[in-house]
Structures are given as C-alpha cells and as structure tokens.
C-alpha cells in the first residue's frame, strides 16, 4: 500500500494559497439603476472602479454594466464574474455610443473634437470621465443602487 505524503499536500495548499486561488478579492451582486432628469436611462453604460488603498494597492478588477429599458444594471467583471469586489469604487457613468461626446464646464466636449454630427451625452462630465464620485461596495451585496443624476439639459434649467 502506497503512503500518500502529507508535505506534499501542504505545499500543493501553499501554492494554490499563493497563486491566488481562493485568496483574491471578494466580488458580491451589485446592482441598481440609473435616472437621468427622473426617468430611467436606458444608454448608460455604469463603471466601477476598485480604489487602492496603502494596504491594498490592488484591489482587484472593475466591474461594469450598460442599463436595460427599466435603467436598471447588473455589474459583472471584464474576466466573467458577477458583481464588484468590496470596497470604495470610483463611479463613471455616460452613455455608450461611438458618436456620444461629453461636454466640459465651458460648453466644448471634454475631448475637446468638434461637435457638428455628434450627439451631446446628458449626463454630465462629472458622472463620467471627470467622476470623482465613489460607491461604498457592501461585504453582502446590494441590489439597492440608485444613481439619480441631472442632465447637462436639466442643469441650464435651473
């Protein structure tokens, strides 16, 4: 009878610990929904950014979605796993399109091209490539996100 090595299952633990198998960052199901001017946005596309911290330089992967026809999203990871890793996340949202340009604070797009033949994406630069907002990722998940944003049109209104 063969006498399996006990060493040998340690390091096999050790590697797998090492390598990141069961050690990485924790995703949880993130989802919510995203109004723009009080109306479901159903051209949002809503990003999720993990923050490092000095502790914990690299956090893991983003996690990103685009809206349904109720506005609402389902985060899922670039590699296929459902949900955002827990912690603070940098928040982007802005409306997928090719031919959608963000407008910076003096009323020219953000990437500073032309307007003609472009359409102006309502949601304002803040949300989205300027966005220094961040969402607080629960250790349980949450189906609760609620992104309530006014449009670059709303704004002038006010």
């Known amino acids: 009878m063969r006498r399996r090595s006990v060493t040998g299952g340690v390091a096999l633990a050790l590697f797998l610990a ?8 924790k995703y949880v199901p ?25 502790e ?19 985060l899922k990871c670039d590699d296929g796993t459902n949900g955002a890793v827990v912690g603070k996340h940098r928040i982007r949202i802005m409306t ?30 803040d949300w989205g490539t300027a966005s220094t907002r961040e969402f607080d990722v629960p250790a349980g998940g949450t189906a609760e996100v ?3 944003i006014t449009s670059v049109k709303g704004a002038k209104k006010k």
């Open 18 to 25: 090492a390598s990141g198998c069961g050690g990485g960052p």
């Open 96 to 125: 997928r399109g090719s031919e959608v340009v963000q407008l910076a604070e003096g009323g020219g797009s953000v990437d500073g091209g032309p307007l003609p033949g472009k359409t102006v994406d309502p949601i304002p630069a």
């Open 30 to 54: 993130v989802s919510g929904v995203v109004l723009v001017d009080g109306e479901p946005y159903t051209k949002a596309v809503v990003s999720f950014q993990p923050l490092g911290t000095a």
């Open 56 to 74: 914990n330089p690299a956090p893991g992967r983003g996690s990103s979605a685009y809206t349904d026809e109720q506005g609402r999203f389902v």
């Open 146 to 148: 609620k992104f309530e």
